[in-house]
Nanobody, 122 residues
Framework: QAQLVESGGGLVQYGGSLRLSCAAS????????VGWFRQAPGKEREVVSC????????NYAGSVKGRFTVSRDNAKNTAYLQMNSLKPEDTAVYYC???????????????WGQGTPVTVSS
Protein backbone atom coordinates (compact mmCIF):
# COMPACT_ATOMS: atom_id res chain seq x y z
CA GLN A 1 0.00 0.00 0.00
CA ALA A 2 1.46 3.31 -1.09
CA GLN A 3 1.79 6.00 1.50
CA LEU A 4 3.60 9.22 2.26
CA VAL A 5 4.67 10.10 5.78
CA GLU A 6 5.68 13.60 6.79
CA SER A 7 7.87 14.37 9.76
CA GLY A 8 9.85 17.24 11.18
CA GLY A 9 7.10 19.62 12.20
CA GLY A 10 6.94 21.24 15.60
CA LEU A 11 7.04 24.46 17.56
CA VAL A 12 9.65 27.04 16.59
CA GLN A 13 10.24 30.68 17.39
CA TYR A 14 9.97 33.52 14.92
CA GLY A 15 13.01 33.47 12.65
CA GLY A 16 13.76 29.82 13.32
CA SER A 17 14.10 26.90 10.96
CA LEU A 18 12.60 23.47 10.43
CA ARG A 19 13.16 20.77 7.88
CA LEU A 20 10.20 18.67 6.89
CA SER A 21 10.64 15.22 5.40
CA CYS A 22 8.26 13.27 3.21
CA ALA A 23 9.11 9.58 3.12
CA ALA A 24 7.40 7.32 0.60
CA SER A 25 6.71 3.63 0.98
CA UNK A 26 5.08 1.32 -1.51
CA UNK A 27 5.66 4.08 -4.04
CA UNK A 28 8.75 4.88 -6.12
CA UNK A 29 8.89 8.58 -5.51
CA UNK A 30 11.36 9.27 -8.33
CA UNK A 31 8.55 8.84 -10.86
CA UNK A 32 6.44 11.57 -9.29
CA UNK A 33 6.55 15.27 -8.72
CA VAL A 34 6.24 16.18 -5.06
CA GLY A 35 4.18 19.10 -3.91
CA TRP A 36 4.10 20.67 -0.49
CA PHE A 37 0.87 22.23 0.72
CA ARG A 38 -0.22 23.81 3.95
CA GLN A 39 -3.51 24.53 5.62
CA ALA A 40 -3.93 27.00 8.43
CA PRO A 41 -6.97 26.89 10.73
CA GLY A 42 -10.00 28.30 8.99
CA LYS A 43 -8.19 28.67 5.68
CA GLU A 44 -8.07 26.71 2.47
CA ARG A 45 -5.21 24.41 1.61
CA GLU A 46 -2.57 26.26 -0.40
CA VAL A 47 0.43 25.16 -2.38
CA VAL A 48 3.79 26.05 -0.91
CA SER A 49 6.26 24.45 -3.26
CA CYS A 50 6.76 21.71 -5.78
CA UNK A 51 9.69 19.79 -7.20
CA UNK A 52 9.80 17.86 -10.45
CA UNK A 53 10.70 14.19 -10.73
CA UNK A 54 14.37 14.86 -11.39
CA UNK A 55 14.58 17.80 -9.05
CA UNK A 56 15.61 20.01 -11.92
CA UNK A 57 12.57 22.22 -11.64
CA UNK A 58 11.20 23.78 -8.50
CA ASN A 59 8.63 26.44 -7.78
CA TYR A 60 7.46 28.33 -4.75
CA ALA A 61 4.56 30.39 -3.54
CA GLY A 62 5.44 34.06 -3.36
CA SER A 63 4.99 34.10 0.39
CA VAL A 64 7.81 31.58 0.94
CA LYS A 65 10.16 32.32 -1.93
CA GLY A 66 13.67 32.97 -0.66
CA ARG A 67 12.92 31.35 2.70
CA PHE A 68 11.91 27.78 1.82
CA THR A 69 13.85 25.27 -0.25
CA VAL A 70 12.42 22.06 -1.64
CA SER A 71 14.65 19.12 -2.47
CA ARG A 72 14.51 15.39 -2.96
CA ASP A 73 16.70 12.35 -2.57
CA ASN A 74 15.34 9.71 -4.89
CA ALA A 75 17.77 7.13 -3.56
CA LYS A 76 16.13 7.54 -0.16
CA ASN A 77 12.63 7.82 -1.64
CA THR A 78 12.24 11.04 0.33
CA ALA A 79 11.53 14.70 -0.34
CA TYR A 80 12.30 17.63 1.93
CA LEU A 81 11.17 21.14 2.65
CA GLN A 82 13.73 23.32 4.38
CA MET A 83 12.00 26.26 6.02
CA ASN A 84 14.08 29.20 7.22
CA SER A 85 13.20 32.61 8.64
CA LEU A 86 9.88 31.26 9.80
CA LYS A 87 7.07 33.68 10.58
CA PRO A 88 3.87 33.25 12.61
CA GLU A 89 1.90 33.31 9.37
CA ASP A 90 3.67 30.10 8.35
CA THR A 91 1.79 28.29 11.11
CA ALA A 92 -0.21 25.48 9.50
CA VAL A 93 -0.40 21.77 8.94
CA TYR A 94 2.00 20.90 6.15
CA TYR A 95 1.29 18.11 3.70
CA CYS A 96 3.34 16.49 0.99
CA UNK A 97 1.71 14.99 -2.07
CA UNK A 98 2.86 13.00 -5.09
CA UNK A 99 1.53 13.48 -8.59
CA UNK A 100 2.35 13.21 -12.25
CA UNK A 101 3.53 16.80 -12.50
CA UNK A 102 3.79 19.92 -10.40
CA UNK A 103 0.53 21.77 -10.03
CA UNK A 104 -0.92 24.35 -7.70
CA UNK A 105 -4.21 22.45 -7.69
CA UNK A 106 -4.41 19.92 -4.90
CA UNK A 107 -6.67 17.72 -7.02
CA UNK A 108 -3.76 16.94 -9.33
CA UNK A 109 -2.02 14.82 -6.74
CA UNK A 110 -2.74 11.14 -6.23
CA UNK A 111 -1.11 10.44 -2.89
CA TRP A 112 -1.08 12.52 0.27
CA GLY A 113 0.61 12.31 3.61
CA GLN A 114 -1.20 12.74 6.89
CA GLY A 115 0.30 16.15 7.55
CA THR A 116 2.71 17.50 10.13
CA PRO A 117 1.88 20.58 12.20
CA VAL A 118 4.16 23.60 12.25
CA THR A 119 3.66 26.35 14.81
CA VAL A 120 5.71 29.52 14.76
CA SER A 121 5.56 31.65 17.88
CA SER A 122 6.09 35.39 17.77
Amino acid sequence: QAQLVESGGGLVQYGGSLRLSCAASGLTLQYFAVGWFRQAPGKEREVVSCISTSGGSTNYAGSVKGRFTVSRDNAKNTAYLQMNSLKPEDTAVYYCAAGVACSSWYGSYDWWGQGTPVTVSS
